[in-house]
């Protein structure tokens, strides 16, 4: 079955970076388009980046220039680099795949605070 489990996650003061990680198991990855979204309380899940097979890539106009997405097919991971990081950016941020239905990590949290 499919697994993603995604890590990386943390309390940075703004202006910090971090980098999540998402391994995927289960699935056929090199063809996937893999996801993040993130979730801010009292928020609806909202999507981050999206990365093609083919090595395209999306952003949310809110990550835009400061996060980049990219993944490494012979681990089967995905990564999402963080940098100048807001607090605002504060959200479980999730790792998503869409195959015969979605797929969804455990989340990891994000924080973002002096």
């Known amino acids: 079955q499919v697994q993603l489990v995604e890590s990386g996650g943390g309390l940075v003061q703004p202006g910090g970076s971090l980098r999540l990680s998402c391994a995927a198991s289960?699935?056929?990855?090199?063809?996937?388009?893999m996801d993040w979204y993130r979730q801010a309380p009292g928020k609806q899940r909202e999507f981050v980046a999206v990365?093609?097979?083919?090595?395209?890539?999306n952003y949310a106009n809110s990550v835009k220039g400061r996060f980049t997405i990219s993944r490494d097919n012979a681990k089967n991971t995905v990564y999402l680099q963080m940098n100048s990081l807001k607090p605002e950016d504060t959200a479980v941020y999730y790792c998503?795949?869409?195959?015969?239905?979605?797929?969804w990590g455990q989340g990891t949290q994000v924080t973002v605070s002096s």
């Open positions: 998503h795949f869409f195959g015969s239905r979605d797929y």
């Open positions: 289960g699935m056929l990855f090199s063809v996937a388009t």
């Open positions: 990365a093609g097979s083919g090595g395209s890539t």
